[in-house]
């Protein structure tokens, strides 16, 4: 198999939301060939990024924190 994922496969990849036939592929795409692991590990370590400059704004943490509360 000679295919370029795109990003959207590998956040299905990620969370586990693809069917089973392409996670064994993607699997066996990343054991294989080195180009799309070195792309999947760019996807990854980009992800992990942008989610460590996320954060929830204040009110929507004290919604919370007040429902659970009650």
Do not use: W
């Amino acid at each position: 198999m000679k295919q370029d994922y795109k990003e959207e496969l590998y956040l299905q990849f990620y969370y586990g939301e693809c069917d089973l036939f392409e996670r064994l592929e993607i699997e066996n795409e990343l054991e294989t060939n080195v180009r799309a692991n070195h792309q999947y590990a760019t996807f990854y370590s980009g992800l992990l990024d942008q989610l460590k400059t996320l954060s929830p704004k204040q009110s929507s943490l004290d919604k919370i924190l007040a429902y659970a509360k009650s």
